[in-house]
């Protein structure tokens, strides 16, 4: 599995682990085991183009929706991500 460090820096640090060695079982979006999507079924049978928005261009718009929510003032709960660092030590 992969986990992302929270941090302030412009690059993500990746942290790679096995959901089996934690006690507890981590909450969505990890899974213990790989989940893929694929849109090329729904590209072949029934002709869709795909995706007409750029993520990283619409990211203005989910975070103005995000602080609008009140969310960004919101405490976080940082257990699961401790959890998970210190079962890489």
């Known amino acids: 599995m992969i986990h992302m460090y929270p941090c302030a820096e412009p690059a993500p640090k990746y942290a790679f ?16 085991t790989t989940f893929v999507l694929d849109p090329t079924k729904a590209k072949t049978q029934l002709g869709w183009a795909g995706a007409k928005h750029d993520a990283a261009a ?32």
């Open 17 to 32: 682990y096995d959901p089996k060695k934690l006690e507890t079982k981590p909450s969505f979006p990890f899974r213990p």
């Open 58 to 89: 619409d990211m203005a718009t989910w975070v103005a929706g995000y602080k609008a929510l009140g969310l960004d003032a919101k405490a976080f709960d940082t257990a699961e991500d401790d959890a998970i660092l210190s079962s890489l030590a």
